[in-house]
């Protein structure tokens, strides 16, 4: 059974930062494309960053030159570095995998920014 837990969500001033990490279980996570979404208050998620098997990375452009995101297979993990952060940046931080052309999600971990 495919598993992700996210955590390192949390409350932090404008132009912060957070790390957040996701651990996965249940299947040899090394071989697909990983990414991190968000959906805040009344929006679709969306995608914030992705990486494939191979770490060729992708972002979101409102994040770009803020956020990185990295996986460590030996680990089953992916890890999504956020700088600079800013308040449009509140939301519901989810972990995702796609296997086999489905999609696995986390539970969710919140990231606020205010002051």
């Known amino acids: 059974q495919v598993r992700l837990v996210e955590s390192g969500g949390g409350l932090v001033q404008p132009g912060g930062s ?5 651990a996965g279980s249940g299947s040899i996570f090394s071989l697909y494309p990983m990414g991190w979404y968000r ?3 009344g929006k679709q998620r969306e995608l914030v ?4 098997r191979g770490s060729t990375t992708n972002y979101a452009d409102s ?5 990185t995101i990295s996986r460590d297979n030996a ?3 992916v890890f999504l570095q956020m700088n600079s952060l800013q308040p449009e940046d509140t939301a519901v931080y989810y972990c ?3 296997i086999f052309g489905r999609n696995y999600w986390g539970q969710g971990t919140q990231v606020t920014v205010s002051s």
């Open 18 to 22: 957070l790390r957040l990490s996701c």
């Open 39 to 41: 959906q805040a208050p």
């Open 49 to 52: 960053a992705s990486i494939t």
């Open 63 to 67: 994040v770009k030159g803020r956020f």
């Open 75 to 77: 680990k089953n993990g």
């Open 96 to 98: 995702q995998v796609e």
